[in-house]
């Protein structure tokens, strides 16, 4: 059943999709289609012209599995999401993501108040805190992507040539940024290595990063490092400048 799920999936993506809009999760290279209907439930997943494999042997594979592969950074999983199906939960994914980070904030920030007067003002302080640290994280995480989008526009032109070709890379760095939900669980559980854990995420999130970069682009693993730690430079320049403003972030 599951994998008839996950077949199910695909074939709903495949009715959705036009001629060409395929790419084969080995080689990168495109694809017509992922299977060939040949009617009374007979599917044959295609081959890829290119490197003679599977063009997308996950349209078989239950969702958890596909998840685990994504988790383990596998350049097939990573095509498979961003190519050969119709995700559309990377807008609500970033929002979800940035409330996160901005309660962790806040957290912290009123962790580190020792005031516990219960009057409304200080309630309503203590919430705009939670908007303001909402607003910073945003703005940190714009700042990052720039700094990511210039470095690939600087390095390789021919790579972000159209609207569509930026739109599909934010989307690839939206989705890949899922590890962030991983403060949820690090937040509630609450220890002595809370910090260290936090700081696991981060890195998990960057090597996703990297990952989505390098596969949307079809590039070697340097140049997607390299954008990163511009991005990253230009993240804590945004960060700098709020402390000089006398912003607690």
Known sequence: ????????????????????????????????????????????????KSCQKPVDKYIEYDPVII????ILC??????????????????????FCLLCEA??????????????????????????DFYRMFGIASLEQTSFLVGIF??????????????SDFILLLKALLLSSYGKL???PAVIWEHDYTPLCLAFIRVFVLIS?????????????MLPWLAIFCGLILENGVVYLFQKMGWDV
């Open 209 to 221: 990063n990297s990952q989505a970069i390098r596969v949307t682009l079809n590039l070697s693993r």
């Open 103 to 128: 309660y962790l904030r806040w957290l912290q920030l009123q962790d580190s108040s020792q005031n516990t007067d219960p009057d409304d003002l200080i309630r309503y302080a203590k919430e705009w």
């Open 67 to 70: 998840l685990i592969n994504a």
């Open 182 to 184: 991983l403060v949820i």
């Open 150 to 163: 210039i470095t690939l526009w600087w390095m390789r032109p021919e790579m972000l040539k159209t609207k």
């Open 1 to 48: 059943p599951s994998a008839e799920a996950g077949l199910g999936g695909a074939l709903e993506a495949a009715a959705m999709a036009g001629i060409g809009a395929y790419r084969c999760i080995e080689c990168h290279g495109e694809a017509e289609e992922l299977y060939r209907d040949y009617q009374r439930g007979v599917l044959r997943i295609s081959i890829c």
């Open 74 to 95: 596998k350049a097939q999983a990573y095509r498979h999401i961003l190519f050969n199906t119709k995700i559309n939960i990377h807008g609500k994914l970033c929002i």
